[in-house]
């Protein structure tokens, strides 16, 4: 943003008029040498519950274990309608907003011109959004859904396939599972993020409220928003998006020891792992010292690129003209089974919408306010209409895109006999597909590079904001609170790693998602008639 | 010797200004300058402005009315950073170039243990440029 900007009005925008100033209740103690400028009591009960949570999964990893694998499939499969229900509702909102004239109010009001360019802004939406996923998932889940579908006995109760699956019908099996897994990676996940993003921007560009998910909910509670109501609000993100990232950061963490086993041998034990977060957390560090421009920004833009060039080479080794008419008929098979695929009642494919579907929604809603708060952070200036066109229909593009180069390939390759591919672990598809591919040493480096730099930007932009959610909103804390932040969530990742394996993550994410599920669909309503009010 | 004098204000903290504010007034009474108070906000609601634009008011009504009390002549500018905790340095170094100041007076507080890992915005300053730097403790 050019320094002319500052002084230049932004032009009308219809501010909430409120007696709460940024800060106010926030306190400054001091810890040692460090100054901290924290609010009170949000960041208290957070970090201590937190810091409960973790001591009791290290203290009892075995009682541990079982109640985290107890409680991920009993919220997914008691509220799988409620999941899809939810993420459907995002969607339609999203697109209708879009498309109505509430799509030219402009954030940071009407005169307001765009803090960053499109390269650097779409580098940061991209990498906080999807990350390690379309690393772990690439590859990994379209041949599951396909494998599923294909199997004798898809569509039967035990089936994994999705919908009533496509037994002995390879390629309908092949439309089936890139259908299905575009579905997990398309409109619904930058739906959620989208509303969250776009509901956070509007009411501090434009109403002059803290960047806080409790501004959203003005419109609802009123002052109260001030009070408990807004610590519970902020609390339950601060969960979220901690144990959102967690999620991430173990997947990651063993998807690169995963690799990098693969590669050169290093075994696959809890201590490579452990050691792998304290590096990838130690660069996280680096980043967020470096601040927003000069580290996160700048990773993002490596990341952006590094994954262009891996994506770019599977493209042109693959099978280039089956990838890029796969473009057009996964995109038609997404569309042709989107109704069925989201309709959130009624569902005879119990382990594909739960286990999967339900799951993955339950994982995006535990992201959102990290991801839709980041988004926020660096979108001021953009219209409506712009914002969703680019943080909805162009993610959706790309991860089509993404997942037809990567999860096509492997699928034409163990429908050619390779059945490496469909036998490895879900964490080492990825690899097992890149070593069928020319100059695989090289590639299956970049990837493993890849999923190390993904992890980092998830990493850093998460503490970004956890620090300022845990500050009131103030985004010019002392540097120290990101640093707290940034090596709180590697320990969590570690603690939960130990204490029950991914399953304890997805658990943590899974139990969080859903009260912030009932949160952010609370705050489509605050959305909307914040949009309103704006001046179009 | 001095004929413009850029003073960095943290309106937020005005309380912890007023030894950097006499000594920059005294100097440009002795020297017969100008001040120029330059301060850097955020894109997002502050505890100081709801809005870039806001906030520049506010920073131009301080300079004025410093300058009215002291009898100087005094402007201001403000800037917007994307991240300020670390970037603020970066915009005072910007703000040094775009006012052609001969002399810079900024708090800074007392260097202790942290300064080892992160470095003050006042001494990242005086080592960024070739003006005079008067930091004030």
Known sequence: ?536 | MYQKIMVPVDLAHQDRLSKALDTAADLAKHYGGSLHFVGVTTGTPSEVAHTPAEYAEKLKAFAEAEGAKRGLTADSKAYTSHDPAVDLSEKLLQAIDDSGCDLVVMASHLPGLPEHVFASHAGAVASHTGVSVFVVR
């Not at chain 1, 109010?105 to 580098?123: C, I, N, Q």
């Not at chain 1, 501004?215 to 144990?243: C, K, M, N």
């Not at chain 1, 063993?254 to 130690?282: H, K, R, W, Y």
């Open chain 1, 1 to 536: 943003m050019s320094d002319q900007d500052a002084l230049t009005p932004d032009g009308a925008a219809n501010q909430i008029e409120t007696d709460y100033e940024v800060g106010q209740d926030n306190i400054q103690p001091s810890i040692g040498p460090f100054g901290f400028d924290i609010h009170n009591p949000v960041f208290m009960i957070s970090g201590l519950t937190i810091i409960v949570f973790v001591a009791f999964a290290l203290i009892f990893p075995g009682y541990a274990a079982d109640l985290f694998g107890w409680l991920r499939p009993a919220l997914t499969s008691t509220f799988d309608w409620f999941f899809l229900l939810a993420g459907d509702i995002f969607v339609v909102l999203a697109l209708v907003l879009m498309v109505s004239p509430l799509g030219k109010v402009r954030l940071g009001g009407k005169e307001a011109t765009p803090d960053y360019g499109y390269a650097g802004w779409f580098a940061m939406l991209f990498a906080a959004g999807m990350g390690i996923g379309l690393m772990f998932f690439g590859v990994s889940e379209p041949i599951s859904h396909f494998s599923s579908s294909v199997a004798e006995g898809a569509g039967s109760p035990d089936s994994w396939a999705p919908l009533a699956g496509a037994a002995g019908n390879a390629d309908e099996a092949r439309r089936l599972g890139m259908a299905a897994t575009i579905f997990h990676w398309g409109l619904h996940p930058w739906a959620i993020y989208a509303i969250v993003a776009l509901a956070l921007a509007l009411f501090a560009y434009n109403k002059g409220l803290p960047l806080s998910i409790r501004s959203i909910f003005y419109p609802i509670f009123g002052e109260r928003v001030w009070g408990w109501t807004g610590h519970v609000i902020d609390t339950l993100a601060v969960f979220a998006t901690l144990f959102g990232l967690a999620t991430s950061l173990g997947i990651g963490a063993q998807q690169a020891n995963a690799g990098l086993n693969f590669l050169f041998g290093i075994p696959e034990s809890d201590l490579s792992m452990v050691v792998l977060i304290c590096a990838i957390t130690a660069i996280a560090l680096v980043s967020v010292v470096a601040g927003l421009d000069a580290g996160v920004k700048r990773l993002s833009e490596i990341n952006m690129v590094l994954a262009a060039l891996l994506l770019l080479f599977v493209i042109v080794v693959g099978s280039t003209t089956a990838i890029l008419t796969g473009f057009f008929q996964n995109l038609l098979a997404y569309g042709e089974y989107l109704p069925a695929l989201s309709n959130p009642f009624g569902r005879d494919d119990a382990n594909f919408s739960q286990g999967w579907t339900s799951f993955y929604w339950a994982w995006w809603i535990s992201w959102s306010p990290f991801v839709g708060m980041f988004i926020a952070r660096v979108s001021r200036g953009r219209s409506v209409r712009e914002f969703i066109f680019c943080v909805l229909l162009i993610p959706s593009i790309v991860s089509v895109l993404w997942m037809t180069a990567f999860g096509g390939t492997a699928i034409t390759l163990v429908e050619g006999g390779v059945t490496e591919i469909a036998d490895a672990a879900l964490e080492l598809k990825l690899f097992a597909m890149l070593a069928e591919l020319p100059l695989a040493a090289i590639t299956s480096f970049v990837g493993i590079v890849l999923v190390i730099v993904f992890f980092v930007t998830s990493s850093d932009s998460g503490s970004l904001v956890i620090d300022t959610i845990t500050a009131g909103g103030k985004v010019d804390a002392p540097v120290p609170q990101r640093v707290f932040w940034a090596t709180f969530e590697g320990l969590v990742a570690i603690a939960l790693l130990l204490g029950g394996g991914l399953v304890a993550l997805q658990a943590a994410a899974v139990s969080t998602g859903l009260p912030f599920a009932v949160v952010l669909l609370l705050g489509c309503y605050g959305l909307v008639k914040g949009l309103m009010s704006e001046p179009r």
